[in-house]
């Protein structure tokens, strides 16, 4: 495939979530060897997913050092981003041990701190429409842990079963926490409670001070229903104001 075709894959994916995507935008600009597509491909690096922000930082990081060998900038760019993504997983680990936990989407972060801890209890959102969340349950299973599947609308009511809420992001701003549609109310509900709300977010998933979101577009509705037309929104904004703890 060529980077156009893999930047076209990335921009229309609606599962993965920000550590696999930025990757594979990785692996096609690494492939990329005239100079004109790599400046083609740099410019439209981070309008790829514009809710992640992962793909604002690559894109800034590899601006910036263009003139570089691009591999080894690649190569620095992921080595800081796993790095930083290992500490925070280990970091939250340590905090929800033992503990109820709740989860919304699939994220490789809350994977690896929910692997890591191995003594926690979970309950895992389907995370509607693409049920994204029921994989990582049985990612889940895998590792030997016991999680349980909720429907979405479930959490609330489930809120009383559980100790903290545990989000990755997609970004984070002064506006809030970017993450899967479903957050907002999860967090809501959570406050309600009187339960924690901890979200991972290493230093590339924070966007600087003054960055404005562009408008989210809407996706397919036939996601949703094939009967009727919906709006089908793949994000949401948490205010910071519901967050107990962010782990960076």
């Known amino acids: ?9 990335i ?19 690494e492939s990329i060897e005239n100079p004109k597509e790599l400046d083609k491909s740099l410019a439209k690096l ?3 997913q514009p809710y992640m922000a992962p793909f604002y930082h690559l894109a800034s990081f590899l601006q910036e050092h263009k003139s570089d060998d691009i ?22 680990a340590k905090i929800i041990k033992g503990k109820r936990v709740l989860v919304h989407s699939a994220s490789s972060l809350v994977f690896a701190a929910l692997s890591e801890a191995k003594d926690v209890h979970v309950l895992v959102t389907e995370s509607r429409p693409k049920r994204e969340g029921e994989k990582l349950c049985r990612k889940l299973c895998s590792q030997g842990l016991d999680p349980r599947l909720i429907i979405d609308a479930a959490a609330g009511y489930m809120m009383e ?9 997609d970004g984070i701003g002064e506006f809030g926490l970017v993450h899967k549609i479903g957050s907002y109310p999860i967090a ?9 709300v901890i979200v991972l977010a290493p230093p590339q998933k924070w966007w600087p001070s003054g960055f404005r979101l562009p408008p989210q577009p809407l996706r397919n509705s036939r996601e949703i229903s094939k009967h009727c037309e919906a709006y089908n929104y793949y994000f949401d904004i948490t205010p910071l104001r519901l967050i107990t703890q962010i782990i960076k």
Do not use: P, Y
């Open 1 to 9: 495939m060529t980077w156009q075709e893999i930047f076209d894959e």
């Open 11 to 29: 921009a229309a994916d609606n599962i993965h979530g920000a550590s696999f995507l930025v990757r594979r935008a990785c692996e096609a600009i």
């Open 46 to 48: 981070a309008q790829l």
């Open 71 to 92: 591999s080894q900038s690649v190569s620095l760019w992921l080595r800081n981003f796993d790095e930083d993504g290992t500490r925070v997983a280990k970091m939250a």
């Open 161 to 169: 079963s559980i100790d903290v809420v545990l989000f990755s992001a």
């Open 188 to 196: 809501l509900a959570a406050r309600d409670s009187g339960k924690e």
